[in-house]
């Protein structure tokens, strides 16, 4: 993966909000709002086996990202564009990729959470809860290697 941009990093590492724009077969757009963190230096998304963008994916690894600062209002016309290529991540580290990640975008420490726990439709959960949740969900990542950004940041 290249180099990211030091402006589009710091960009995503405060924003958590994007829509992700999919290709349908007949080449028509679909949009749906999704939450992204950046882990390891990687931009990753969760999602389900059944979901109607995990189809398209399977089919078509092109994606559009529209990236939008819900946290600060004061920043609420800066956005990034990023068409990126997705990689599905599936398989046994799911669940432990899945805690990382959330953990990331619920402004907890990866590394270090000191006993926060991760919340989940308004339950908190231990990472054992979490990592079976994601089990039962059919859980899986959507990981992004962005090919061209641009916006007003």
Do not use: C
């Not at 949009?31 to 994916?57: I, M, P, W």
């Not at 600060?72 to 990023?82: E, R």
């Not at 580290?93 to 975008?105: D, G, Q, V």
């Not at 969900?137 to 007003?152: C, H, Q, W």
């Amino acid at each position: 993966m290249p180099e990211m941009d030091p402006k589009v990093r710091s960009f995503l590492e405060k924003t958590g909000s994007a829509a992700m724009v999919t290709l349908k077969k007949d080449g028509t757009p679909h949009a749906v709002r999704v939450g992204l963190a950046l882990v390891d230096g990687k931009l990753r998304s969760s999602g389900t086996r059944d979901r109607v963008r995990t189809k398209h994916l399977r089919r078509d690894p092109r994606a559009t990202l529209f990236v939008f600062d819900s946290k600060n209002p004061a920043n609420s016309y800066n956005y990034l564009g990023l068409e990126t290529t997705v990689t599905i991540l599936e398989g046994p580290e799911i669940p432990e990729l899945s805690i990382r990640m959330f953990r990331a975008m619920q402004g907890i420490d990866v590394e270090n959470p000191g006993g926060r726990k991760l919340s989940w439709f308004g339950r908190e959960l231990d990472d054992e809860a979490f990592a079976a949740k994601m089990v039962e969900e059919g859980r899986l990542i959507y990981e992004f290697e962005v090919n061209k950004s641009y916006g007003t940041l």
